[in-house]
């Protein structure tokens, strides 16, 4: 069964760096689109950014210039490197993936457990 796994979240100061981790693992035929998720306490879960297969990357605005998203595809990663981080940041955060099992016939959306990243003022 395919499983996404995310490492690298914690504590950090406004204005410090994380970077997190999420790696796909498991019986994976194919990867497609990859992202990271965050849901703050009270809020509803918001897309931070994506990447494509190919590279190509979205941000939301409220961390364009300040986040930066990459892969791995010959491990089947994706990382966020989070900088300039503000206790806005503050939330789990969840990796997203749209996979194709092996001996499946399409792909699907999975996620991540998530992790917690606190920003302390």
């Known amino acids: 069964q395919v499983q996404l796994v995310e490492s690298g979240g914690g504590l950090a100061q406004t204005g410090g760096s994380l970077r997190l981790s999420c790696a796909a693992s498991r019986n994976i035929f194919g990867i497609h689109d990859m992202g990271w998720y965050r849901q703050a306490p009270g809020k509803e879960r918001e897309s931070v950014a994506t990447?494509?297969?190919?590279?190509?990357?979205t941000y939301s605005d409220f961390v364009r210039g300040r986040f930066t998203i990459s892969r791995d595809n010959t491990k089947n990663m994706v990382y966020l490197q989070m900088s300039d981080v503000e206790p806005e940041d503050t939330a789990v955060y969840y990796c997203?993936?749209?996979?194709?099992?092996?001996?499946?016939?399409?792909?699907?959306?999975?996620w991540g457990q998530g992790t917690q990243v606190t920003v302390s003022s």
């Open positions: 990447i494509s297969y190919g590279g190509i990357t």
């Open positions: 997203n993936a749209d996979i194709r099992a092996s001996g499946a016939d399409i792909y699907r959306v999975y």
